[in-house]
């Protein structure tokens, strides 16, 4: 079983940034490939980044390339997601998830999900 938390949402104008947190506890970190997945009012939850066990790999939706940067810091069990740029399109409620083995990019494969952290952007 993994816990996950995350942390760092809020209201930012639209170009600013927000690195968003999640913290892992209960199982070896290393053992869980990591994503972002993200869901809008009335929309479906849609994959945002994921990150390999290793931190080498790394996936990224088209709407976010180059915006968005997501890291792992295995000491701290934590994943990050550092956001720039942020457009009013970004504004939704942001899910870190966790799978063994390999990342993916849909969120039914995903074993693991923290209660998510809003994030808002205004233009």
């Known amino acids: 079983q993994v816990q996950l938390v995350e942390s760092g949402g809020g209201l930012v104008q639209a170009g600013g940034s927000l690195r968003l947190s999640c913290a892992a506890s209960g199982r070896t970190f290393g053992n869980y490939a990591m994503a972002w997945f993200r869901q809008a009012p009335g929309k479906e939850r849609e994959f945002v980044v994921s990150i390999s066990r290793s931190g080498r790999s790394t996936s990224y939706a088209d709407s976010v390339k180059g915006r968005f940067t997501i890291s792992r810091d295995v000491a701290k069990s934590t994943v990050y997601l550092q956001m720039n740029s942020l457009k009013p399109e970004d504004t939704a409620v942001y899910y870190c998830?966790?799978?063994?083995?390999?990342?993916?990019?849909?969120?039914?494969?995903?074993?693991?999900w923290g209660q998510g952290t809003q994030v808002t952007v205004s233009s």
């Open positions: 998830a966790a799978r063994t083995w390999l990342p993916h990019a849909q969120a039914d494969e995903y074993d693991y």
